[in-house]
Antibody, heavy 124, light 109 residues
Framework: QVQLVQSGAEVKKPGTSVKVSCKVS????????MHWVRQSPGKGLEWMGG????????IYAQKFQGRVTMTEDTSTETAYMELSSLRSDETAVYYC?????????????????WGQGTMVTVSS | DIQMTQSPSSVSASVGDRVTITCRAS??????FAWYQQKPGKAPKLLIY???SLQSGVPSRFSGSESGTDFTLTISSLQPEDFATYYC???????????FGPGTTVDIK
């Protein structure tokens, strides 16, 4: 059974950075195509970026380019998302999610397995 | 970027009702279209992928269809556990980027 377990809640000041982790169990990280999605309180879902198997590259949403870095540590089966220059309106729950259909092994253009979410509060 | 509109923004319905939610995307490639259900405090759950394929374990009362750039999620007979917010999602062609619709809340009438 594949599980994504994210790091705990964070409180950050505006202008600082946050690094959220997503640990994979039950599968190999490099075979999952990990992406990140955030959700501000009471708002909708916003895709931030992720690794695409089509070209083997990590792609970032234009809105976050230059401020976000997504990495993977294969030795610990953990993915990371670091967002810098935080603003107060970036208070949100940050999710990791995979494009792999675990049952079939297919690549989806959708997100099958999700982490539990990490609440990041940006406040002075 | 893909622009997504979703209607209605909210719907009040009763158990047993048929509920239809529509999403219009600026690009209409069905292979890259999906629907999710989200309950308060929980991560989204994938319901439908490739516009009409039911994800494993999802009840058959959920179905997806398409007509051009219009994509529809139908719940044939609403159950108590279906009261939630539903999001559509579209992928770009290349490189693969993703966009979500603004969401539709289904609540109890």
């Amino acid at each position: 059974q594949v599980q994504l377990v994210q790091s705990g809640a964070e409180v950050k000041k505006p202008g600082t950075s946050v690094k959220v982790s997503c640990k994979v169990s039950g599968h190999t990280l490099t075979e999952l195509s990990m992406h990140w999605v955030r959700q501000s309180p009471g708002k909708g879902l916003e895709w931030m970026g992720g690794f695409n198997p089509e070209d083997g590259k990590t792609i970032y949403a234009q809105k976050f380019q230059g401020r976000v870095t997504m990495t993977e540590d294969t030795s610990t089966e953990t993915a990371y998302m670091e967002l810098s220059s935080l603003r107060s309106d970036e208070t949100a729950v940050y999710y990791c999610a995979t494009r792999r259909d675990i049952l079939t092994g297919d690549w989806l253009d959708a997100f099958d397995i999700w982490g539990q979410g990490t609440m990041v509060t940006v406040s002075s | 970027d893909i622009q997504m509109t979703q209607s209605p923004s909210s719907v009040s319905a009763s158990v047993g009702d048929r509920v239809t939610i529509t999403c219009r995307a600026s690009q209409g490639f069905s292979s890259w279209f999906a629907w999710y259900q989200q309950k308060p405090g929980k991560a989204p759950k994938l319901l439908i992928y490739r516009a009409s394929s039911l994800q494993s374990g999802v009840p058959s009362r959920f179905s997806g269809s398409e007509s051009g750039t219009d994509f529809t999620l139908t719940i044939s007979s609403l159950q108590p556990e279906d009261f939630a917010t539903y999001y559509c999602q579209q992928a770009n062609s290349f490189p693969r980027g993703f966009s979500f619709g603004p969401g539709t809340t289904v609540d109890i009438k």
